[in-house]
């Protein structure tokens, strides 16, 4: 992996989750550079304050460009700033009010950047039972059709619909597909505005989004897909188990059992799981978790389903997306496994966009 962080592993990681949004907006290489040599090892709030600094100097910068009336300029630097605050505050404890500040800012400029973007972003809610999602729809390039081939893109457990904007939406769109990206449970404006918690049955807000696709008169309700990035790879096949309107499946990760996948597999998440879950502490999130995985669902899985997993994962452990992918029924199945020598073996293919994004969104288009 890329490491900017000798000594700090999980630094390592989260600064390669943004080094790899470059290809996408989200992020520039050399300005992740010159903030992380100003950052010292150990240091959380130096950390936060390092980050938090760039992510403001660029959202000045681009409203000064947008008011001189150099709106792609602009436009492209409150991208990045979005993303710099995200993870500004990816470390910080729930509890943290500037969890809440640092959201609050970064979504004012991803809005503020969407209004001068050349294709069409529209800001959207979804309502399911009392709670409300908020996201994005994201048009795709017109290729001539009325109803459209259109993906719901769920991030995992520390996303934000804002950032999974930059993991290759773009290039949906360009094969023609409409993306949905929304703060579902557990996740962005749903957790940090409304304390809306993550829960097992995610079938159920899945389903309210895909009435509201279903529903959408430039969205083909034969052709919806979904992928689930990071934790949503218990996510999304979960739903997809229960909805058959999901017509293709990308588990970009895959997880089974989120407690023996994920929880006991990789202890520097469990303050973010213990936050999203809603739990008072470790004993409260495990006795919750005992119910999000996918024993006795798995089998019922049938539509087309692609697993991606990197084999170095240290994240979500590999073992989980390998039995995932045993029992899915689907007689249209592949997994895909990466390894150091293609690149691609970290979580999420961090270190190998250019090559799992196309493998994996060419898969989806030719199914769609």
């Not at 001189?68 to 605050?85: D, E, H, M, P, V």
């Not at 957790?191 to 430039?218: C, F, G, H, M, Q």
């Not at 005992?290 to 389903?305: H, R």
């Amino acid at each position: 992996m890329l490491n900017v962080f000798p000594g700090e592993p999980d630094w390592a990681i989260q600064t390669e989750r943004v080094i790899a949004q470059v290809a996408y907006g989200g992020a520039d290489i050399f300005e992740c550079d010159r903030a992380a040599k100003k950052i010292k090892l150990g240091d959380m709030e130096s950390w936060h304050r390092e980050w938090h600094a760039l992510g403001r100097q660029l959202e000045d910068a681009g409203r000064a460009d947008i008011a001189a009336g150099s709106t792609i300029t602009g436009k492209q630097r409150l991208f990045r700033a979005t993303n710099y605050y995200r993870h500004a505050d990816f470390f910080l404890p729930g509890t943290d009010p500037r969890k809440k500040e640092d959201f609050i800012r970064l979504s004012a400029c991803f809005q503020e950047a969407i209004k001068h973007h050349t294709r069409k972003i529209e800001q959207v809610q979804v309502k399911c039972g009392n709670e409300v999602y908020d996201g994005y729809f994201c048009h795709p390039v017109d290729k001539g059709l009325k109803k459209r081939p259109t993906v719901l893109m769920l991030g995992g457990a520390d996303s934000l619909a804002e950032e999974i904007y930059f993991w290759g939406s773009s290039d949906l769109s360009e094969r023609g597909i409409a993306v949905l990206i929304l703060d579902t449970p557990g996740r962005g404006s749903s957790l940090r505005l409304k304390n809306i918690y993550t829960r097992p049955d995610y079938e159920v807000p899945i389903k309210a989004a895909i009435d509201y696709l279903s529903a959408r008169p430039d969205v083909d309700p034969d052709r919806i897909g979904c992928i689930g990035i990071s934790m949503a790879g218990y996510y999304a096949p979960r739903s997809a188990a229960f909805e058959p309107r999901i017509k293709a499946l990308v588990l970009w990760c895959a997880c089974y059992d989120i407690l023996e996948d994920i929880y006991d597999w990789y202890p520097p998440i469990r303050g973010q799981l213990q936050w999203i879950l809603g739990a008072a502490n470790d004993a409260d999130a495990r006795k919750k978790l005992e119910a999000f995985n996918l024993k006795g669902v798995a089998s019922k899985i049938t539509c087309p389903t692609l697993v991606s997993h990197g084999v170095g994962d240290v994240v979500m452990r590999v073992d989980g997306a390998k039995r995932l992918y045993e029992e899915i029924s689907s007689s249209d199945k592949v997994l895909k496994l990466w390894g150091d020598d293609e690149g691609g073996s970290v979580h999420c293919n961090y270190d190998n966009w250019s090559t799992s994004i196309p493998f994996m969104f060419d898969w989806l288009e030719k199914r769609l």
